[in-house]
């Protein structure tokens, strides 16, 4: 048997306020489950660049100050998929547009962490949003 296919992918956590952007995803993998949109990267194109146009694809948005914050490796094969995934989550500031679902989102809304703990989410998407949103200690102030 051949190893497995390692693919790129990008998403992107969003803060506006006190809230985090997510989308229901609407096909595989995480079908029916809520992320933070996102998709795999293009020939070509860089993580950030991906990451925006993947925003801007799934929900109409655009965003400012990406960041890369974690990286996540997804076994995609053992799931059936032809392969897995490397993924690096971002972090960006709400820079304008309304949430749209498109593409391969079912639905796109922000939601607080109270409402995000009532929802079926991807692994991690809760542990990033409330790092993203936990109030900042500025230890110069």
């Known amino acids: ?22 989308v229901k995803r609407a096909r595989p993998p995480s ?13 070509g ?13 799934e929900t109409g948005l655009r965003a400012t100050g990406f960041r890369p914050l974690i990286e996540i490796f997804i076994e995609g094969a053992r799931e059936g998929h032809p392969a897995d ?8 500031s709400y820079a304008g547009g309304e949430p749209q679902a498109d593409d391969d989102a079912e639905t796109a809304d922000f939601y607080t ?18 790092e993203l949103l936990r109030p900042r200690k500025n230890p110069e102030a």
Do not use: H, N
């Open 113 to 130: 962490l109270a409402e995000m703990k009532a929802l079926p989410l991807v692994d991690s998407a809760l542990a990033v949003a409330d």
């Open 31 to 43: 079908q029916g489950l809520y992320a933070f949109p996102g998709g795999k990267v293009e020939t």
């Open 1 to 22: 048997m051949g190893s497995v296919r390692e693919i790129p992918a990008v998403s992107v956590a969003v803060v506006r306020d006190d809230r985090v952007l997510l």
């Open 85 to 92: 995934y490397r993924l690096t989550v971002f972090g960006a």
């Open 45 to 57: 194109e860089t993580l950030e660049e991906a990451a925006r146009r993947e925003l801007f694809e």
